[in-house]
Every structure is written in structure tokens, then in C-alpha cells.
């Protein structure tokens, strides 16, 4: 043992000098063949030597490791978007570009820059623990006080968790983890904790309010004396992401647990969703946010709960019909009115109960563009701002040419203004599913077809397409994967205003021959406001079209942000 001990000592936990030290060491010790025979097997024993190999290595490597960066995704982003503007990638550019955009590799970079962006100081000392044998198990775990909510009615921010009494013993318990917040991280703290004791103090007997007066009096660091729930399973954070479809402030909301613990929002907001165990109280953080703690948000079942409880109010206070129906439910004979197999009815425009749409990144793909659907009421210049947009680059621009069952007018070219044919061949064509709208305006038949769209799209073209607004319902698909664009006509004075000042002809008039008149810049407002009601939780974005050049510029900007930028999608088109 004295020549183990010194060769440990020497710093080196060698088998081969240990074995040499044995024999020398062999005749001076008082000991017979057979204990030196164990020893000496023991020494030379593959396992034994399998294993001081593992321990050199261990004690050889560098503890420490820190990160050398915290942004590698934006890194990868940056280096996807040099080679998309590359003239002409080369085979292992596009290599390259694919295995970047793998969910994988995205993940991977993803948990490498939270882990990277993680402080886990401060450093807590150890608790001397004393075991009494009579007692029942117990768990101390201490805490560094932080700003961080705990349940309670004017509750301050304390330790990252909920607290609740529970109905049958009376006991405090914890009843949720906030994900990301101190308790979490301590990985020591779980639902159905009993408390104890706080800061030493007995809380048994006591009420929540008790115990959120002496967490808000404590300083520094705050420990807890525990009786462990049945179930110490850890929080998994998800990887969810949606796209929120309503403003939320839990400030307002009188049945979130704690109002302190919410997170608030905005319509279109990105969220992660790190936590959906609870099935009224989801855990979220917007995306992007560096603040590792998570805040409660309502889950979809209850907000649905809540928006048709609503519903039901406004039908009982007879407010149900607030929202205006479209002018084209009541055409005049000048109106091209188009007429949906569902046909333009409540029923097809019946209200979604938009909450939440999981999401994921669609990075852009060379060679084949977004299409850019522009989404508007009648007259609101959605064409004038497609025919600027294809003027710009007539080799980069395309819009699907429509069918007509009509004959071709003087100067009208087949396959240029329309393309021409029998009434037979586009009722077959509306039989068989592949027109994305189609309609009859004065006898003659109209469609637009599916599969000249996606030649289009397959050629390397930017699609521009402006149909009726339940057009959506076909073409928001993962086979298109389109960029919606809102075209939103202005208040009612600026309507009036601009129009005027830019001589716009209505386009109301099938000769163009006149102005707007006032009733159809009431009848244009109507119309956003149903198509706003109904579908703007499919809008990608919405440009107000206020005045004609500056509503260009901001669509350019949109087209090009398309083209460029990683942007957030249905989860279902990227899978």
C-alpha cells in the first residue's frame, strides 16, 4: 500500500509502475505469495486498466469550455444568403446551402446558442444537511432571489415558480415550474413539492399570502425545506414555435394564475411554446427573446373557449352581424362577380377561431421563388401595383393567365389576354379540382388554373397572382407555399383624396370612363373590413395603399425580403 500511495503521490497513476514498485517493495513487506499473486492479477487485469486510461484522460483534458460564439445560426443564415446571391453557385455551394437548411443542423445550431447564451453563476455554497431517522425525507434547496414571479396578489418577482394550497390537506404546494426560471434551473424543485419551511421559518399551517410575504422580506438567498412530490420528473423544453392570431396582455386577463408570471403579446407575434402540460396555462417566450424564463400564456383550448364565448355574448345582445358583407354579395350588373362552388355564403366565409398556427423557417430556395398573392377588396389597386411590379423585370415576372369560355374580342391574342376555350373544357376542368378560382360574369365562364401556376413557379418565375379573396382557401397550401400580401385601402378622407388627386378611374366602370364615387369607397371599406374579419390571420403582410408610389416601394421591399430572408411559415410546408 505504501508503494501505491507513493506512486500516486508522484502524479502518476501508472499500472506498469505500480507493479514495479510491488516487487521491490515485496520482500520488505510481511505478507504471503498469494496476496501478491491477487494483487499482481488485479494490476494487470484488462478492466482495471480500461479504466485508469478513462480516469488519465479525464484528469488530462481541460475542464473548462467555454463557447466561442453565441450566434451560430445568424451565421449559417448569412452564409445561406451568400450563396443565394451567388450568380452561379457551384455544386458544393448548393451543397452546402441544403445541408444548412436541414431541421437538424438547424436544432443542433439552435440548442448550441441557447446553451452558449446561459449564465449559470451565481455559484451556491453546499448545505450541511443533518439526517434524523425519524424524520421523513426531506429536500434543502436554496436560491438565489431574483427577478422572477411567484403566484400570489401582488405578488414581487422572487424564485421562477407558483404556489398554491392544496384543497384536501391544506398544505402549501408548488403547482408549477416557470420554465427557465431559477427554480427550473436548479433542477432540485418540482410540482407537488410540499413547503415546509422558508428561511427557516414554518410555513405548515400557513396560507399562500403568508408565504409570499416572507419570500418578498428575504434577501440574497432564500432556501427551502421540502417534502419531495411523488414524481420529480424534470420540464423538457419543446421546440414548438406558432404564430400568435390575437393580442394578449395578462394584465387584463382576471384568470391567469399570476398576472406577474404572464407574457404579453401582439397578433402575428412569434412564440416558443417550451412547456404544454397544463392544459389551460401553456409556458412560451417570443422568439428571439434572450431571457431564458418563460411566461404563461392561455392554451389554445382556452382562448377558443374564450372567443366563442364571446360569439355567443354578441348574439345574444343581436351584435352578430357587426361585420359588413362585401359588396359582390350584392353585385351590380357592371361587377364581374365571381361564384365559388361554396359560393359566397356565411357559410363559406364561416369564422375560424384563430388562436395559434405552429410554425416553422422556409429558408429560400434558388430556382424556385414564392409565389406573391396580393389580397384586396374591389378597387383597391391590386392590379396597377402587379402591372408596376412586372414592368420593373418582364424576365423575372409572371402572372398565371386566366381561361375564358368567351370569344376573343378585336385585338385580343389567345394565350396572351385570355387563354381561349370551349365552356365544356372549363367545366371539366372545375369537375376535376384544378382551378384555384373560377366563375361566370354575363354568360361567359372564367378560371384560373392550377397547373399553369405551378409551371410557373417550376419554371424559376415570381408568381404574382390577385384573386377574389376566398381564393385562399386553395391556394395557402404546402404545394404553393404563397407570400400573402393585405392590399388595405386607407380611411375613407384619404381614399378620396388621393384618388382624386391621381385621376384613378373606377374600376367599378366597365369602360374606366369615371371616377370613384363615394358610395364605392364605402362599399371598398366594407369589403376590407369582411375580408380583415375573416382572413387577416393569413396575412404575411399588409401595405396600406394609400398613396400608389409609396405602397410600390413598400411592395418591392416585401418581394425582395421574400426572395432573401429565412421567414416563419406553416410547420406542415417545410416538413
Known amino acids: 500500500m505504501t508503494a501505491v500511495m507513493a506512486a500516486r503521490d508522484s502524479g502518476s497513476l501508472s499500472l506498469g509502475g505500480l507493479l514495479s514498485s510491488l516487487e521491490k517493495a515485496r520482500v520488505q ?19 482495471l486498466q480500461a479504466l485508469v486510461h478513462v480516469h488519465n484522460k479525464i484528469n488530462h483534458t481541460k475542464k473548462t469550455c467555454q463557447p466561442l460564439m453565441s450566434n451560430a445560426e445568424d451565421i449559417a443564415i448569412s452564409i445561406m444568403r451568400d450563396i443565394h446571391y451567388r450568380t452561379i453557385p457551384t455544386a458544393d455551394a448548393i451543397e452546402l446551402f441544403a445541408t444548412l437548411q436541414s431541421p437538424h443542423l438547424q436544432g443542433i445550431l439552435q440548442a448550441h446558442d441557447s446553451i452558449a447564451a446561459k449564465d449559470f453563476v451565481p455559484h451556491l455554497p453546499e448545505i450541511p444537511v443533518e439526517v434524523d431517522e425519524d424524520e421523513e425525507t426531506v429536500k434543502i434547496v436554496q436560491l438565489v432571489k431574483s427577478n422572477e414571479p411567484m403566484e400570489g396578489k401582488g405578488a414581487e418577482p422572487i424564485v421562477g415558480a407558483t404556489i398554491k394550497q392544496d384543497d384536501r390537506t391544506g398544505a402549501i404546494v408548488i403547482a408549477r415550474i416557470m420554465h427557465g426560471g431559477a427554480a427550473d434551473r436548479s433542477g432540485l424543485i418540482h410540482v407537488g413539492d410540499e413547503v415546509q419551511e422558508v428561511n427557516n421559518l414554518n410555513v405548515v399551517g400557513k396560507t399562500p399570502g403568508d408565504v409570499l410575504k416572507i419570500l418578498m422580506q428575504a434577501e440574497g438567498t432564500i432556501t427551502f425545506k421540502l417534502l419531495p412530490a411523488g414524481s420529480s420528473a424534470h420540464l423538457r423544453e419543446s421546440k414548438v414555435r406558432v404564430r400568435a392570431y390575437f393580442d394578449y396582455d395578462p394584465k387584463e386577463d382576471k384568470h391567469i394564475p399570476c398576472k406577474e408570471a404572464g407574457l404579453a403579446f401582439k397578433k402575428h407575434d412569434i412564440l416558443h411554446i417550451v412547456t404544454q402540460d397544463d392544459p389551460y396555462w401553456w409556458q412560451a417566450r417570443r422568439e428571439g427573446d434572450r431571457n431564458m424564463r418563460a411566461g404563461l400564456i392561455p392554451s389554445r383550448q382556452l382562448q377558443e373557449r374564450r372567443i366563442l364565448s364571446h360569439r355567443q355574448e354578441q348574439t345574444a345582445n343581436g351584435q352578430r352581424n357587426i361585420i359588413p358583407k362585401s359588396p359582390s354579395c350584392k353585385p351590380s350588373p357592371k361587377v364581374k362577380k365571381i ?3 361554396a359560393s359566397e355564403s356565411e357559410d363559406f366565409d364561416r369564422e375560424e377561431v384563430a388562436t395559434y398556427e405552429e410554425v416553422a423557417r422556409l429558408y429560400p430556395r434558388p430556382g424556385l421563388p414564392r409565389p406573391i398573392v396580393l389580397i384586396g377588396p374591389p378597387g383597391v389597386g391590386r392590379n396597377e401595383l402587379k402591372r408596376r411590379l412586372m414592368s420593373i423585370d418582364v424576365d423575372k415576372f409572371r402572372t398565371p393567365i386566366p381561361m375564358t369560355s368567351r370569344p376573343a374580342r378585336p385585338g385580343e391574342v389567345n394565350n396572351r389576354d385570355y387563354q381561349f376555350v370551349t365552356r365544356e373544357e372549363l367545366e371539366e376542368e372545375a369537375s376535376a379540382g384544378t382551378l384555384v378560382e373560377h366563375g361566370e360574369f354575363k354568360g361567359h365562364l372564367y378560371g384560373t388554373s392550377s397547373v399553369t401556376l405551378k409551371s410557373l413557379i417550376n419554371a424559376g418565375y415570381v408568381v404574382l397572382v390577385t384573386p377574389h379573396y376566398q381564393a385562399l382557401k386553395y391556394l ?12 388595405k385601402p386607407p380611411t375613407l378622407a384619404v381614399l378620396k383624396e388621393t384618388r382624386q388627386a391621381a385621376h384613378a378611374r373606377s374600376t367599378f366602370d366597365e369602360n374606366n370612363s369615371r371616377g370613384f364615387t363615394e358610395d364605392e369607397f364605402k362599399d371598398m371599406l366594407k369589403a376590407a373590413a369582411r375580408i380583415e374579419f375573416h382572413y387577416s390571420h393569413w396575412f404575411d403582410e399588409v401595405i396600406v395603399n394609400d398613396e400608389l408610389s409609396s405602397a410600390f416601394e413598400r411592395l418591392v421591399a416585401a418581394v425582395n425580403k421574400v426572395e432573401t430572408e429565412p421567414l416563419w411559415v406553416p410547420a406542415s410546408w417545410v416538413q
Open 476 to 487: 395557402r397550401t404546402a404545394e404553393f407555399k404563397p407570400y400573402v400580401i393585405y392590399i
Open 29 to 47: 513487506l510481511d505478507s504471503d505469495e498469494d496476496d501478491f499473486g491477487f494483487l499482481a492479477d488485479l494490476l494487470k487485469s484488462r478492466e
Open 339 to 341: 361564384i365559388y362552388d
